[in-house]
């Protein structure tokens, strides 16, 4: 099938794009001297999974159990769920680490505390909080090292190591920016790692974001890096610098269905069920970049507005036209869609299962 006998709207993923964006994050990951564990939320594809595998990575990483279950249910038996661990679903989580290696995430006494009660040896990573503020115990607070030791004690769990994720990387418009982000990354981690070895401590060190991975010069005293993003990218890592614009490996293929006399706009079916209403720090505000359909740029084109299935394009198009749309946040993007059809140029060489669920 080729790209014009595609219903809409319909996910591609481009097949030899995807293949460089993993081919040169396994290469810098061994150049940096750590383990590539990367972070299967972005595409949710057990196809996409092996191919990171056969790259070379040892492990992958998981938002939430219901991926975690799917990947361990396709032969990926070590698993990191990176989410601080759902106490609601400690019953589960137990059932999938009787068969597989299971490694959770905690940041507080109390998921320590519910995770020993059950008894089972849940391998774990302790969330340390680099500097984005989001989940994680801080490196520098008195109570961090009571409740590592407490861990490293404990009769039950095993820990595995400290964990922690620079997303502010995403903050930062410069390379320098990201490198220095990338270094107040791994010092966070490496720091307190050599400070534990000191009293007999010995525990791995994960770090990861695909903005911070491709700025960092050094991974000194690190294990193992978790980047997710890199497989796709998308517009946010194009107007970053991460990446060039060719290197997004997803689009949006869309239908013009509506050209209304006298408005200055053209409606596709690709609206927020299709992109996200991920504006991805855009301004002025818009929800993703469009193409020609053959992947050609459209100086200025892009979606200008959403509903649920309408997206608004000021480009002069006709009704049945049709477009590809870069999505700002492909991870999002992803999770609206079912499948991807997978692209070798314009065709349609296969279908692949995106495995929603929570
Ligand atoms: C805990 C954790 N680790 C790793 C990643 C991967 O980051 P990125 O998608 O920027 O590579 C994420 C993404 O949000 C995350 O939440």
Known sequence: ??????????LLLHAERLDANLRRMAERARALGVRLRPHLKTHKCVEVARR????????????????????????????????????????????????????????????????????????????????????????????????????????????????THSGHAYHEPTLDGRRRVAEQERRAVADLRARLASEGIVVEASVGSTPAMTAVTSLDGVTEARPGNYAFYDGM???????????????VLATVVSAPAGIDHVVTDAGALALSKDTGGTAPAHYGTVLT????????????GVSQEHGLVTTPLGVGDRVQI??????????????????????VVDRWTIWRGR
């Not at 219901?66 to 019953?91: M, Q």
């Not at 995770?115 to 989940?135: I, M, N, Q, S």
Request: proline share 6%; net charge negative.
């Open 52 to 163: 990171q595998r056969d790259y070379g990575a040892s492990g992958v990483t998981v938002a939430t159990l219901t991926e975690a279950t799917v990947f361990a249910d396709h032969g990926f038996d070590d698993v990191t769920w990176a989410f601080p661990v759902v106490l609601s679903r400690v019953d589960e989580a137990r059932a999938l680490a009787e068969r597989v290696t299971l490694r959770l995430t905690v940041d507080s006494a109390q998921a320590v505390e519910a995770l020993e009660r059950t008894g089972f040896p849940f391998h774990v990573w302790l969330k340390v909080d680099c500097g984005y503020h989001r989940a994680g115990v801080d490196p520098a607070h008195p109570d961090t090292l009571g409740l590592i030791r407490r861990l490293a004690a404990s009769a039950t769990l095993r820990l595995d190591g400290l964990l």
């Open 1 to 10: 099938m080729r790209i014009a006998d595609l219903p809409t709207p319909a």
């Open 326 to 347: 870069v999505p700002n946040h492909s991870c999002l993007t992803v999770a609206c869609h079912d499948e991807y059809a997978v692209m070798h140029g314009d065709q």
């Open 293 to 304: 359909v053959d992947g050609a740029p459209i100086p200025g084109a892009v979606v200008r």
């Open 237 to 251: 890592q194009v107007a970053l610098g991460t990446c060039q614009p060719a290197d997004v490996a997803v689009t």
